[in-house]
């Protein structure tokens, strides 16, 4: 199957979408891959995986014949933190009186333990979660994806594709930050040269 779902390296043709970022950035560069490539890939993971199947449907619906495979899975994410809680909390009154050797001498001792302390609890703790992860291969080339295998999908009918280049999809993109939609309504600001 093209396109390993282990390799944490980014491959030449793939492009890793977050869910924050405009969906049209990611359209434009898939259709850019496509001139140089056959096959793209788009992966995401957690939150993002709505905004790859969005991206997806968007290139599908504009470039001919693109056969989709998707393919979902789960990957451990590991997460460190420092551990923290078994310092002793110096609660040391700063108006020291000059006279009293006693506290002086407590107060040393409690600082060479919280110094101990520093250094046998200042470990880090790793949590190993699950997140869901997922990728859809983007091919014109038919031979290269198992039509069997579940996950397959067919190109969309050729009434359904408005065919565009990167320009006409830079054009889209510009339009869209121009419009602006309030309570449904849309407001679209002219700029005039004077």
């Known amino acids: 199957m093209p396109g390993s779902t282990k390799s944490d390296t980014k491959l030449e043709n793939e492009i890793r979408i977050s869910y924050k970022s405009d969906a049209l950035d990611y359209v434009y560069k898939a259709i850019v891959l496509f001139e140089t490539y056959d096959e793209i890939i788009l992966s995401g993971v957690g939150k993002a995986i709505s905004s790859v199947v969005n991206v997806a449907e968007m290139v599908k619906r504009r470039a001919k014949g693109l056969h989709q495979f998707t393919k979902l899975y789960e990957k451990e994410h590991v997460i460190k933190r420092e551990d923290n809680s078994g310092l002793k909390k110096n609660a040391k009154n700063e108006d020291k009186k ?97």
Request: charged share 40%; proline share 3%.
């Open 98 to 194: 000059s006279g009293d050797e006693e506290e002086e001498e407590e107060e040393e001792e409690e600082d060479e333990e919280n110094n101990k302390n520093k250094e046998a609890n200042n470990r880090t703790v790793e949590f190993i979660t699950t997140v869901p992860c997922m990728k859809i291969i983007l091919s014109k080339n038919e031979d290269k994806i198992d039509k069997n295998e579940i996950g397959y999908q067919k190109p969309l009918d050729e009434k359904e594709v408005n065919v565009m280049t990167p320009e006409q999809i830079l054009k889209e993109k510009s339009y869209r930050r121009r419009c602006k939609t309030f309570n449904n309504n849309i407001y679209i600001y002219i700029y005039v040269k004077v």
